[in-house]
């Protein structure tokens, strides 16, 4: 699709999602694509691994609740589609890079792989991950996940700046890709800098955080403008251009990241306080039942979809590095 088409549709989904904290053009410059021939029928209503039904487009979005996430158990985990094979993982080991493991929630809940597209439910990824990119954490359901190293190019802002990101973030990465003809991935990442502990997951004075420093109760919710934030494109190979600073846009790094496990728990809906804080729940559940697992790091969220997917179908991810306790 020629770039002014791609620019026009952002240009519209601005304007009509303004009072969102992130404006949804963030989610990608991309339209919708037809899914394969052989995707799953829209007509079939519960989910399973050959026929989950796919999302569309569509001008009026349905109720804006997350999936319920059944209570987190370290019963036996369920080894869930990535690059690579997961029958060699175990409850208490980290995963390999590429890998993931399924630690909690409903184990009917599965992720189908066909061509590009990645199809849970009424949830649908229509771009490539990165090479190498563990498979999406479904909606409803918790996983650990190591990432491999990739490329990808940042932006950076202080707090209060997650709500002009639309300009600040996302504008600056697309001429970056644009530029170097990169082509546009799947997820957006976002980090969120500073606001673990205000989410119950580390303990104020910054020390290592236990079990004990886990609050599920009484804990305010979190807002993602109090946070400093980076926001990256995804390069799909970690030999595509150069690493370093944009020579026409200083804004703009491209650096090639540390692998990463994190405990993820999937959502539904765009980058705002309203997702952000469905994921942190699950986490701050799942971390104060299973003390093995210690949060050790910031919340990151990644969101795959573009904004002309209805909202509740919107696939997101909240995550936050996981080391073994």
């Known amino acids: 699709m020629p770039l002014s088409r791609k620019l026009s549709l952002y ?13 949804p053009l963030l989610m990608g410059c991309r339209t919708m694509k037809s899914p394969p021939k052989d995707a799953p029928r829209t007509d079939v209503t519960a ?21 319920t996430l059944a209570t987190p158990t370290l019963a036996t985990p369920i080894p869930t589609s990535s690059p690579s094979p997961t029958s060699t993982l175990s409850a208490t080991a980290l995963p390999e890079p590429g890998k993931s ?13 066909q061509g590009d597209f990645h199809i849970a439910g009424q949830h649908m990824i229509d771009t490539p991950l990165p090479v190498g990119y563990p498979s999406p954490t479904p909606p409803g359901t918790i996983e650990i996940k190591t990432y491999p190293t990739l490329r990808r190019a940042e932006v950076g802002g202080d ?3 997650v709500k002009s990101n639309g300009r600040g973030g996302f504008w600056p990465l697309f ?9 546009m991935t799947s997820p957006v990442e976002m980090d969120f800098k500073g606001i673990a502990a205000s989410a119950g997951l580390a303990p104020v004075a910054g020390a290592q955080v236990t079990a004990a420093d886990i609050k599920t109760e009484d804990v305010p919710a979190v807002d ?9 494109f995804l390069y799909r190979y970690t030999d595509q251009a150069d690493a370093g600073v944009d020579a026409e846009d200083k804004r703009v790094i491209v650096v090639d990241t540390t692998p990463v496990t994190v405990i993820s728990a999937g959502v539904a809906g765009s980058p705002n306080n309203r997702t952000v804080n469905a994921g942190v729940t699950k986490l701050r559940e799942f971390f104060a039942s299973n003390p093995q697992y210690i949060p050790a790091g910031d919340i990151r969220g990644l969101f795959y979809n573009d904004p002309m997917v209805p909202e509740a179908r919107k696939w997101a991810e909240i995550q936050i590095p996981v080391k073994l306790n």
Request: net charge positive.
């Open 175 to 183: 001429r970056h890709i644009q530029r170097r003809d990169i082509e």
């Open 101 to 113: 493991l399924r630690l909690a929630g409903d184990p009917a809940i599965t992720v189908t792989k």
């Open 11 to 23: 240009s519209l989904a601005a304007l009509t999602s303004a009072i969102a904290i992130l404006p």
């Open 159 to 161: 707090r209060d700046g």
């Open 224 to 232: 993602i403008n109090d946070a400093q934030w980076t926001m990256s």
């Open 47 to 67: 989910p399973s691994a050959t026929t989950a039904p796919v999302a569309t487009a569509s001008t009026s979005a349905p109720s804006l609740a997350t999936p």
